[in-house]
């Protein structure tokens, strides 16, 4: 298979010689072919095979049998043989196509850099949008204790490069990730969503973060790759019968570039009612659960 190696090669594949045979992977359009030494069984050879690699074939020098093109299906691998092996090249070895970019735009051969921070420096505060009165009608609580409290978080914008359902490069886009630095929840913002202030008039309390800043940048990196991540159904042909086979796509490490975190205050009522404790966001409204923001 020495041949195939060099032409895999020379298509933008990284080849890698293992045990069970050759593994070419090209991050690119997420396409992974193994070059089987053997007769070696499709489930020793599914490992092989990144998680997020999204064409899968096999190739091997006889036809493995029936058996085994039926474990392959129900993995999502093509299998190639010496008969197919000429009808499926051209496939394996086109390079994905590029997208083109509007003037300006980042072109998706570009590495990606983190976006510059559109956050104040220092440790502004989100600026609320809803009195009490709001929240009463919102919520229907009424006759009950309000305060408004200051919730550190750890805020961060980020650059990601989202996965599109047939390996090719998908849309780049800028958002933030707010991590709680008491509850360790993680949140995307949009940005421009909301505005500043440097300090409230109204009385408030101001609760100190628990989080170490290094470990919300780990939380904050897995809220993002979940967020990001696509669901796709992969469908393999196998004698008369169509397998689909559900997969989730996340970004690949090279698309995703996260900048510095910085502390930022954001503003919740918490009420104590008949009903009981309701901690609700005073910017967005939306009610969240009430542990691990501190005492009463």
């Known amino acids: 298979m020495e041949p195939l190696e060099r032409i895999l090669s020379a298509a933008g594949y990284e080849v890698q010689a293992r045990p069970e045979g050759l ?3 090209r991050g690119r359009d997420r396409r992974g072919v193994v070059m089987v030494r053997g007769l070696q069984s499709p489930v020793e050879i599914a490992p092989l095979f990144p998680a997020d690699i999204v064409h899968r074939s096999a190739v091997y020098r006889d036809d493995p049998g029936p058996v085994a093109r039926s474990l392959a299906a129900d993995r999502g691998i093509e299998v190639i043989d010496r008969s197919t092996l000429g009808a499926s090249l051209g496939e394996i070895l086109l390079w994905p196509g590029v997208q083109r ?27 609320p949008r809803l009195g009490r ?8 609580i009424e006759g009950a204790s309000y305060r408004l409290r200051l919730v550190p978080f750890y ?3 980020y650059r990601v490069r ?14 933030l990730v707010a991590v709680h630095a008491i509850s360790q929840r993680a949140e995307i913002w949009e940005i421009g969503d909301r505005d500043w202030t440097p300090e409230l008039s109204d009385p408030h309390d101001r609760l100190d973060a628990v989080l170490p800043v290094e470990a919300a940048e780990a939380r904050a990196r897995e809220a993002i790759r979940r967020h990001h991540t ?30 510095p975190m910085a502390t930022i205050f954001v503003p919740y009522w918490y009420v104590e009612s008949s009903r009981g404790r309701h901690v609700i966001d005073a910017t967005t409204g939306r009610a969240v659960l009430p542990e691990g923001d501190g005492p009463g």
């Open 23 to 25: 593994v070419a992977l």
């Open 101 to 127: 970019s509007d003037p300006g735009t980042e072109s998706v051969t570009t590495p990606l850099e983190p976006p510059m921070a559109v956050f104040p420096a220092g440790e502004p505060i989100v600026r």
């Open 133 to 140: 009165r709001e929240i009463e009608i919102m919520h229907g």
């Open 155 to 157: 805020l961060g914008a």
């Open 162 to 175: 989202s996965p599109a359902a047939h390996g090719e490069p998908g849309p780049t886009s800028d958002h």
């Open 230 to 259: 696509i669901a796709i159904d992969h469908t393999e042909q196998h004698g008369g019968a169509m397998v689909i086979e559900k997969r989730r796509i996340p970004p690949a490490p090279d698309d995703l570039r996260l900048g």
